[in-house]
């Protein structure tokens, strides 16, 4: 360690000019070749003050290392040569002769004469043994240097192994810290991850605490929904018995009911066959007798009710004597019916008379209800009648009757089904109320007799009616019809007959009986007689048609009651048309209404005689339509 300042200036020197040190060779040569070139100029070479800087650059390479070798150091072309040392001055001191004598020229240089050649052989000689002593130093020097470098080399390879040792240690340190910098990290993660998971631990802590909480209020829920149960238990089982005991008690009631239904049926059909009893008693053709009011509200004189009854009536009518001796004769026309209505009778005392009549057909029989009597008698008021409730008509009432009766015997098992037919006969010429086309394209008809002996009209409006509104409707058009016909006829009404059918069929599919009957409601032309001078022409034709038409009717009716064979319902239209309503399972009723004004006697007499006729038949027995 000692020698680190000299190794030091060693390897300034070994760096600086390494590559000299390892061309030694070379470099020998090259002083060679420096003596050869100096040869002429040697004195200068030594002596001279300024120098080539080349050789001035070299002469740094050979800076005496020690200070031994004092003509070495004169001889050196190097700065620190050029000190004044006393070795360097002697040569100088012992030249100075010959010096000052060598410079002619001005250019420094030791020049010896051509001639001295000993001197010259001398100056080489002590320039080579400069020289020699200069390349023994400089061997010395180099050897010195050699083993200065190879000590060097020696310590810089341990030093490279101590650097590699040291390298290969920090590799491993480093490898370590690289490890315990990885270390570090997972260390770090590991950190947070436990930071994470205590947090997580702490919420599931909370959420446990919760949950327990939670349970514990359930298990009280529990405890009190058990305790429910069981109480809802027992409920249950009480209800249970309960609901046995009320299905058992159902079920008696069930077949109470159904005992009770039979029972209900049993009467209904008691009841039908008890008020058809009734009917046939009171006859199966019945007439009725309606005086109309008179228009200021009295009674006429003429015609007298028996206060005692509601069934007879008398016309009077006094004849002045021929003579005038004698006083006048008074004559009497008695007349008695099923019922007698006086000018006071309401619409609704009328109906009760009748409504029995339309029980009879839903019971199953066929009902014919006519109005008879001159124009103005009141007919269409006692079958229509107006549109106000006190004075509404059998027709509008019999159809309330009808759908009343049939809903209630909807809960006995019976279903209803009724159509409506409206149709006027003039002149022997059916037409259709219940027509809603163009009335140029109005169909004609025919009345025809179908397999089953059933009587139906060719083109005709049968319409299906499951509501009172709905019949009400219908005729309302049906007086429309009549309307439009009258203003294009002169009050064509009163001299055509109009028939309101309707259809009812009954099915009571629980106990297998179907019943089917027709309602006829038919409110007749007037019956008054004209004279035939009066009557020409159209009239003379709707004369001789209503006539023939009103008393073929009578005739029927007289000879259904004689048990005629032959019945000549073909010989009128109206007649044709209700023959499945007149006769054997029909029921009759015919309403003779009455003009009170005294001009009109002769026709109320006419209209009275009719209706007795009528009356005094006996149709036979009625049977119900029961299938
Ligand atoms: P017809 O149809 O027989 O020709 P109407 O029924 O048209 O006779 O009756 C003629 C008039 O007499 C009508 O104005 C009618 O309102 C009235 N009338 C008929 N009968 C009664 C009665 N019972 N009570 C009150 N007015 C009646
Ligand atoms: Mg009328």
């Known amino acids: 360690m000692s020698r680190l300042p000299v190794m030091s200036t060693k390897r300034v020197l070994t760096s600086s000019s390494s590559e000299n040190s390892q061309e030694m060779a070379p470099m020998q040569k090259k002083m060679r070749k420096e003596q050869d070139q100096h040869k002429p100029q040697a004195a200068a070479t030594i002596i001279g003050d300024k120098r080539p800087p080349a050789a001035a650059a070299r002469a740094s390479l050979y800076r005496p290392v020690r200070g031994a070798g004092a003509a070495t150091v004169a001889a050196a072309p190097s700065r620190g040569v050029l000190r004044p040392t006393a070795a360097s001055t002697a040569p100088k001191a012992s030249n100075t002769k010959q010096a000052a004598a060598t410079k002619p020229g001005g250019t420094g240089a030791t020049r010896r004469q051509p001639w001295d050649l000993k001197g010259k052989v001398s100056d080489m000689e002590g320039k080579i043994r400069t020289y020699q002593t200069k390349f023994k130093s400089v061997n010395e020097e180099n050897e010195a240097l050699k083993g200065s470098v190879a000590q060097s080399q020696t310590k810089v390879a341990e030093l490279e192994r101590e650097v590699q040792s040291q390298k290969r240690k920090i590799s491993e340190y480093e490898g370590e810290l690289k490890k315990l910098s990885g270390v570090e990290k997972e260390l770090e993660k590991e ?358 038409s009103l008393s073929n009717l009578g005739i029927v009716i007289t000879s259904l009651a004689n048990k005629e064979s032959h019945i000549p319902y073909r010989n009128s239209k109206l007649t044709y048309l209700l023959q499945n309503c007149l006769g054997g399972n029909s029921k009759t009723l015919m309403f003779v209404n009455i003009s009170p004004e005294p001009d009109s006697f002769g026709e109320t007499l006419n209209s009275l005689r009719f209706a007795s006729k009528v009356n005094d038949c006996v149709i036979g027995t009625a049977s119900s339509n029961k299938k």
């Open 191 to 548: 950190q947070s991850e436990k930071n994470v998971l205590q947090k997580e631990l702490s919420n599931l802590e909370q959420k446990y605490k919760v949950i327990e909480t939670l349970r514990d209020s359930q298990e009280t829920e529990l405890q009190t929904l058990k305790m429910k149960l069981s109480a809802q238990e027992s409920t249950l089982a009480r209800l249970q018995a309960t609901l046995k005991e009320t299905e058992e008690e159902v079920s008696s009631l069930k077949e109470m009911v159904a005992e009770q239904k039979d029972e209900l049926h049993a009467g209904e059909m008691e009841r039908r066959r008890l008020h058809n009893t009734i009917q046939e008693l009171k006859g199966n053709i019945r007439v009725f007798c309606r005086v109309r009011p008179l228009e200021d509200g009295g009674l006429s004189k003429h015609i007298q009710l028996a206060a005692s009854d509601n069934k007879s009536i008398m016309l009077a009518k006094s004849e002045e004597s021929h003579t005038g001796k004698s006083a006048d004769t008074q004559k009497n026309y008695h007349f008695s019916f099923d019922r007698v209505f006086g000018p006071q009778s309401s619409q609704q005392e009328i109906f009760d008379e009748i409504s029995l009549l339309v029980q009879s057909a839903l019971d199953g029989y066929n009902v014919c209800c006519f109005a008879y009597g001159q124009t103005g008698s009141g007919k269409t008021y006692t079958m229509e009648g107006e549109e106000i409730d006190d004075t509404r008509g059998v027709i509008p009432r019999a159809v309330q009757q009808i759908f009343k009766a049939g809903d209630k015997l909807q809960s006995q098992g019976w279903e209803f089904t009724f159509t409506a037919s409206f149709v006027e006969i003039y002149n022997e010429t059916l037409r259709d109320l219940l027509y809603k086309g163009k009335a140029s394209k109005r169909p004609e008809h025919e009345i025809r007799k179908t397999a089953n002996n059933e009587v139906s009209v060719t083109n005709l409006t049968y319409e299906k009616v499951y509501t009172e509104d709905q019949v009400l409707g219908l005729i309302a058009l049906a007086k429309q019809n009549r309307s439009t016909a009258m203003t294009a006829q002169n009050d064509r009404s009163s001299r055509s007959h109009s028939v309101f059918q309707l259809q009812i069929e009954g099915v009571n599919a629980g106990r297998d009986i179907k019943c089917k009957s027709t309602l006829c409601l038919v409110d007749l032309a007037g019956s008054e007689r004209m004279l035939k001078s009066q009557s020409q022409g159209e009239r003379f034709k709707e004369m001789t048609c209503i006539n023939s």
